[in-house]
């Protein structure tokens, strides 16, 4: 149970990295692309209403505990999701766009960029699923995030990092509704 709360606040920290940058909607600019802050409001304040059973298994280096909730704060679940937001000023020409019918596939064109990468499926104008992968890599630190969400069935997220003097760590964070 430790090792749960000790990856749950670690997950905390990183998400929140973003939380004192004002909103874009706040410097009166206009999106550029899919809006993941929205879409992750939307969906909490849904299933906060609809306040699912959710078997949420949280995996460590190899060892896993697995519990079965009801009442989950959707803001800190979805907070690596919406922490990748690439909606900032700044990168409004750093994402290619490929736009399917049924499908949005934004990739990073420059490699400094966290995020690289997120592809969101719809089907009649609604989001079926939504993939993140995150990279960071420097001298110290290596971290990868593959962050998957189903609506309505799972979310996912997994979590690689190595650090040069400490080694490294596998996360996998897995909520079944």
């Not at 929205?38 to 505990?65: I, W």
């Not at 990868?144 to 309505?152: C, H, N, S, V």
């Amino acid at each position: 149970m430790q090792r749960y709360i000790l990856f749950t606040c670690g997950l905390l920290l990183l998400g929140s990295g973003y939380a004192c940058k004002p909103e874009i909607k706040e410097t009166g600019a206009t999106l550029k692309y899919f809006d993941l802050k929205e879409f992750f409001k939307t969906d909490s304040a849904r299933l906060v209403k609809l306040n699912p059973f959710v078997k949420k298994t949280v995996t460590h280096n190899g060892q896993s505990e697995t519990k079965t909730l009801k009442t989950l704060n959707w803001g800190q679940e979805f907070g690596l999701f919406t922490s990748s937001d690439i909606n900032k000023p700044a990168w409004k020409d750093s994402y290619a766009v490929q736009e399917n019918a049924d499908s949005l596939l934004y990739k990073a064109k420059f490699p400094e960029l966290k995020t690289r990468e997120i592809i969101i499926h719809k089907s009649n104008g609604k989001v079926t699923s939504v993939y993140i992968l995150n990279n960071v890599h420097n001298l110290l630190y290596n971290s990868t995030e593959k962050l998957f969400y189903q609506p309505g069935k799972y979310y996912l997220i997994e979590k690689n990092q190595k650090v040069k003097v400490m080694g490294g760590n596998n996360y996998l964070v897995k909520g079944e509704f």
